[in-house]
Structures are given as structure tokens and as C-alpha cells.
């Protein structure tokens, strides 16, 4: 049986959950392989790392991998000897536990004074974040180091990157020793405990439980917890409340929920619609809504990103900014609907092209139809806010926006093959069977942005881009092209 550290990570892991840290080390091929956001994730975290270096002067880097540990600490010691004022992936080993600290700094005129910072790329500390930083601490002063500080590093969501990447600006250090310590109270007893589960031959029997999904969706999500059945009550859009309610009274199935139980009147329709299997259809209700579309009709979506590095100058970390827009517009009742995209081909800043072509097309009148039309105009501010020359025309298209998921979020029209959900993903296979997102290559915003981020950030070979250029117009068009045909299904039925 090989040996395995008890590192930061599996640290995490085990207070999550005992079941992940064993099964992690023992049947990680189990998890399956890291798909393609992770990676893009880990590319962008070591951007981010590699940052956050150039903050510190004089900086050593240990450049051993986790394969080298040993190595890694004496380069560690060797760097410690020579002075060096910060060091870069700091590693210690002491008895199991193997730990390297992103940031080792040496407090000024101290030579056995330390303070440890962590970076991340989230935009604020979490709760996860103390007791990561609480296992480097006790690790590091297990192998005799003392330790002032324990900071996180993380970006600063209100830097506007400006003539370059400023690390400075770009990332914050925030003191949290004090959290940390309060952290620490007992760890001792939780390292041991979790070092006895990782050498252990027994995986621990745990139930599937809320620790599944917190802080982190466990990887071994499917192998613990069965899929709910169809039509559940699981199905209840915002059901908090109402869920654990049914099943403590023991109700699995909406068709079970029994009547002196009072349901909102969406639900009652979900419930209805399951033990009719058909629609129910609230008529008046959608005439009077589609009553209030103005001709022309411009049904559009956007695409975004969502960096935590700002990819070009004027551009905030982590602001969802559109790349990328279709649109179908039909001039007049019952005309043909004529379609326009939006997508730059090569990798430079396509903010202010895309706003421009985008006046330009929505014109001055007529409804702008969107799916959950509350991203699209905060998007528009976005670019509003960021582009001030354009600000008044870009306001203007707001009061044109109209809905085309209220219909179905509020229930006016509801199908129990929508399983609950008003996204448009559920709602055209059930209404509009011959168009279907599943032989697409990219199926959701999701993967869109992810593929453009990686286009942006250089991460992608051109060859692969030219594929993926074609995929995210397929992609962006059907989501114009299903709410046309979604608005024939809404007029069909009133
Ligand atoms: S799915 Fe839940 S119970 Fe299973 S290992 Fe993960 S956290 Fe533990």
C-alpha cells in the first residue's frame, strides 16, 4: 500500500465530508477525469498566482512539484538559509502532513518570523478559506516555523484595470488570524482523526447528506445519492420550505401531495399538470400578456464572460460582460423573422463593436424579446457604465425589454414535462420537440463562456478556435431561434 500525506487539500476534503477523503485517495479514478472548466480554472488560478509573486521583491520560487516533496523542503530550507524575504510554494513535511503555502513571508527584521498568505481567485474570504489557512498554520509551526499572520489574497472586485494588469490593484490582502485562530482551537484532534481515515483499509459509512453540495459539489455525488424520481416534489421551483415539509410527512411524488395541504397556485398547477399529464394552460392570462408586444419584434440573447482577470483595459474582475449576441427580428405580424449575429473572430476587445452593431440593429421601436430578461439589461448597464459615450442609447433599449420566460415562470402555461423549471432549455424540447440543444457541441451559456474565455486568454489553438467560432454562433442563434418558435407555440394556444 503506498503512502499518502496528509496534505491541505485532503485536509479539506476530509472536513467535508471523511467518505470524499478516503474515496479520493483510494478510487479517485471514481471522480472522473477534470473536465474542461476545471482545467480552465486551475489555468486561470495559476495566472492568478503567478500574479500575486510579482508583489514581492527578492521573492524565491520552489519550483519542485507535489511529485518532489522532499525535495521541495529542502529547497525550502535552502531558501530560508539564503535570506530570502518571501518564498513561493514554501513546503514543510512533519510527521504525514505535507504542506505548501503559496506565499511564505518573512516578517521584516525577524529572522524565525513568518506570516503566511494564501491566494485565491474567489472575490471575498469564505468560511473554507480560515480553515485552509488554520491547517498551513499548524503544519508550518509543527516543522518549527513561528507564524505572525495568516492573509488571504484575493481579487479586488472594484480594480478597473487600466493600462495593463496591475497586481497591486488586481488582488487584496486581507488579514484573517484572527478567524484562523479560532480555527485552530482542537486541530490537532481533527488532523489525526482525518490522518487515521486516510491510512484506514475501511471507507467510512456516511450518509449522503448537505454535505454533498457544501462547500464544494462533491465529485463522488452520483455514487452516493440516488437521482430523485420524476415529477417529485424535488420539482418544486423555490421550494425550501416547502420540500422538507413534504418529506417529513413521508410525500415523494407531486401526484401524492394530498389536499388540505394549501400549495401556491403554481404549484397547484405543476401538480394538476402531473396527474393530467397535459398543460395546463391559463389563456387570458398569456393573450394579455402577448398584448403588449409593440412591433417590430427583435427576440435577442447575449453571451458572456465572467473572467476574474480582466482581459483588456477598462474592465472589472469578475464583471459579466456579453461578447456575443443574436438576434431574430420579425418587422411585421406573421412576417418571416430575418437573423443577425454578433461574434469577433480574432481575440481582441469586442465590447464597444458589439455595442455599436447592436444600436444599430435594435433600432428605436418595437419589443425586445428576451429569456429571463433581467441578465440581458444588467448586462446592457454593464456596458453602459463602461462605455459612457454610449450610455444614453444603451439606457434607451431598456424600457423596451420584455419577457418571454414570465409566461412560464409564473405558470401561466405549465407542462409537468418541464419538471418545474421555466428555463428555456426545459421549456423547447417540451413545446418545440424538432429543435433540441443535445446534438449541439456547446449546450449551455456555461460552456460558451468557458470556450471564449480560453479563446481570450490564449488557452485555445486557432484550429480549435475556427470549430468553436461555429459552434457559439450555432449555439447563440438557437437561443434566438427557440424563442421565436416558443412565441408561435404561445400565440398557437390562445
Ligand atoms: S457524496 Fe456526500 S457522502 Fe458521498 S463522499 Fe461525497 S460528501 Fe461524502
Known sequence: MSFH????????QGLQCPKLLWLSVNEPEAAGEPDEETEHRFAVGTKIGALARERFSQGVLISEDHFHLTKACQSTNAAIKAGAP?????????KGLACRA??????????????????KMSSKVKPVHHDDLAFQRYCFECAGFKILTTSLMHVNTGYVRDGGLDPKELLTQE???KAVLKKSAGIAKTVKKLSTVLTGSKCPDITAGKQCLDPYECPFFDQCNEPPKEYSIYELPRGQRIIPMLAERG??????IPSDIKLSSRYEKMVLSVKRR??????????????????????????????????FDNWKPYQTTPFQFSLHIQAKQGGACEHYAFLQKDATDSREPLIKRMIALLGKKGSIIAWNMSFETSKIKVLAERFPEYEKRLLALLPRFWDLMIPFSRGDYTHYNFHGSSSIKKVLPVLVPKLSYEDMEIQEGGTASLKYER????????????????????????????????????????
Open 251 to 256: 410525500i415523494e411524488l407531486l401526484k401524492d
Open 455 to 494: 479563446w481570450l486568454f490564449g488557452e485555445m489553438e486557432t484550429k480549435e478556435w475556427r470549430k468553436t467560432y461555429r459552434d457559439l454562433l450555432q449555439y447563440c442563434n438557437l437561443d434566438t431561434l427557440a424563442m421565436v418558435e416558443i412565441m408561435k407555440v404561445l400565440k398557437k394556444n390562445i
Open 102 to 119: 503559496d506565499i511564505l513571508q518573512r516578517v521584516k527584521g525577524k529572522k524565525n518570523l513568518w506570516s503566511i498568505i494564501e491566494v
Open 5 to 12: 500525506y496528509l496534505t491541505k487539500s485532503r485536509y479539506l
Open 175 to 177: 488579514d484573517i488570524t
Open 278 to 311: 397535459k398543460p395546463i394552460i391559463d389563456k387570458p392570462g398569456i393573450k394579455e400578456y402577448l398584448d403588449t408586444l409593440v412591433f417590430p419584434l427583435y427576440y435577442f440573447d447575449f453571451e458572456t464572460i465572467n473572467s476574474a482577470i480582466p482581459p
Open 86 to 94: 518571501a518564498i513561493f510554494e514554501a513546503t514543510v513535511l512533519h
